[in-house]
């Protein structure tokens, strides 16, 4: 055959081949002929679709972000007419509040609650838990960006900081018991019936281990970490509150399983995640510390002066700060004067004047001294307080009557476990509890 023959029959096949090809339309061919436009369009119009389609609404457990705080539980039922129906465990008003709500067009579709209800309480910047969330609030947001549908769940993303938020379809319950996830929130508090020590208790079916557990009320936050030497896993995660007990995010992982999903047993207190195969963790009372130190030596006679101090604008929410010290303390802060409150309790061991406790106050109040003398019951590992005398920095005083439910404490005969923490509040200063042994007495102080 001739070479230009071979040619000729080479291209009447690529013209063949090209030819079915334009009659052949794929659906990625369908694809690329929608524009920008009309994809947007079409999301737009299933995200209505999707929100308007669950007759109780939608439920979504919002972490906003689970390295510093918990979950907030929003309910919403959208209408037609643009307008949301929402509910919140926020805080103790669960009531339901009508807004207005608009599926917008950008670069993306979005979800965004136009006038104000009930989310926008988790993204004012003056509202804010703790002062290093100041002028942050609590880093929520109240426009979430559409990425689609997994499982009958709506997908979207915060606009603010990328947090996914997943919208499961509600039911009557949701909104009839709403309510009780504050009940629940005194449960993960904890009451002053049940002892002061937690821990989390992991077990993989065959390996049990233990971490401290510290929680945060004003914002949903736990921190445990390992009590073991050489195990140095820690669990820090946000809480939400569900009728049967938490919700945490990030998971605890167990053997491979994630478990986010604890209920709660009244009998107890204890919390429970079951996983399978022998899988479980369990947030539980103890009724000691987990670990006693002899952290107390270094306060004894004898030794270099130490100084700690409980200060009130960055102390009193620490989670390690127990709710029976809170009660005393604001007990006796309501005896005062608004403008005089009580701003510092300073512990000075071994210090050129001696041992003694100085109360601090606001509003040029001047501070009052409590002299004592320490002891160590080195069998229980503990330092006890024994009280000498008070005075004004230039005389002696009596005893002041609004003081003695708070100070009696730090004198219990018993005496106190003093411990070093591993964590940092804000500061870089060392963070050391004083906790009493005979009862739910517990504050937490920074090293100076």
């Known amino acids: 055959m001739k070479i230009k023959n071979i040619y000729k029959y080479l291209f009447a ?93 950008g670069s993306t579709v979005s979800l965004t609650f136009t006038t104000k209800n009930r989310i926008h309480l988790l993204s004012e910047s003056d509202n804010y838990p703790i002062p290093a969330l100041r002028a942050k609030g609590y880093l929520g947001d109240f426009q979430f960006l559409y990425y689609g549908q997994e499982n009958g769940e709506i997908i979207f993303k915060a606009n603010r900081n990328g947090t996914e938020i997943r919208f499961v379809k509600a039911t009557a319950d949701d909104w009839a018991k709403l309510p009780q996830n504050l009940v629940m929130e005194q449960n993960v508090i904890g009451s002053d019936d049940r002892p002061l020590f937690r821990l989390l208790e992991t077990t993989d079916g065959t390996t049990t281990h233990k971490f401290d557990f510290s929680f945060s009320e004003v914002t949903r936050f736990a ?44 009998a107890d207190g204890s919390f429970t995640a079951t996983g399978t195969g022998g899988v479980k963790a369990e947030i539980k009372y103890s009724s000691k510390p987990l670990i006693i130190t002899d952290d107390y030596k270094n306060f004894l006679d004898g030794k270099p002066q130490m100084v700690i101090s409980f200060i009130t604008a960055n102390l009193y929410t620490a989670p390690t700060t127990s709710t029976y010290f809170k009660t005393l303390f604001d007990a006796a802060n309501a005896t005062l004067p608004a403008n005089q409150k009580i701003t510092r309790i300073q512990i000075y061991f071994n210090s050129a004047f001696g041992n003694y406790i100085e109360y601090r106050f606001a509003g040029g109040r001047p501070s009052v001294y409590h002299n004592f003398t320490t002891s160590a019951d080195d069998t229980n590992k503990r330092i ?41 509040i804000q500061f870089t200063n060392n963070i050391y509890t004083v906790t009493s ?9 920074y090293q100076l």
């Open 437 to 445: 042994s005979t009862n739910n007495f517990r504050t937490t102080t």
């Open 223 to 266: 921190e445990s970490n390992s009590i073991e030497t050489g195990y140095s896993i820690s669990y820090n995660m946000g809480v939400g509150y569900t009728p049967t007990g938490i919700i945490v995010s990030p998971a605890v992982e167990v053997g491979g399983q994630k478990l986010s999903n604890f209920v709660y047993n009244d």
């Open 13 to 105: 096949a690529i013209l063949i081949l090209h030819l079915s090809s334009c009659n052949n339309n794929t659906d990625a061919d369908q694809l690329f002929d929608e524009t920008p436009t009309t994809r947007i369009n079409n999301q737009k119009s299933e995200l209505n679709t999707a929100l308007l389609s669950s007759q109780f609404g939608w439920k979504a457990v919002y972490f906003t972000d689970n390295t510093v705080l918990g979950g907030y539980t929003h309910l919403f039922k959208f209408a037609q007419d643009g307008t949301v129906e929402m509910a919140s465990d926020f805080d103790a008003d669960t009531n339901v509040y009508k807004s207005e709500y608009a599926i917008q067009l």
């Open 384 to 424: 006890i307080l024994t009280h000498d005398s008070w005075d004004n920095g230039s005389a002696y005083i009596p005893a002041p009557a609004f003081l003695k439910n708070l100070d009696d404490e730090f004198f219990n005969a018993a005496g106190l476990y003093l411990k070093k923490e591993a964590f940092k």
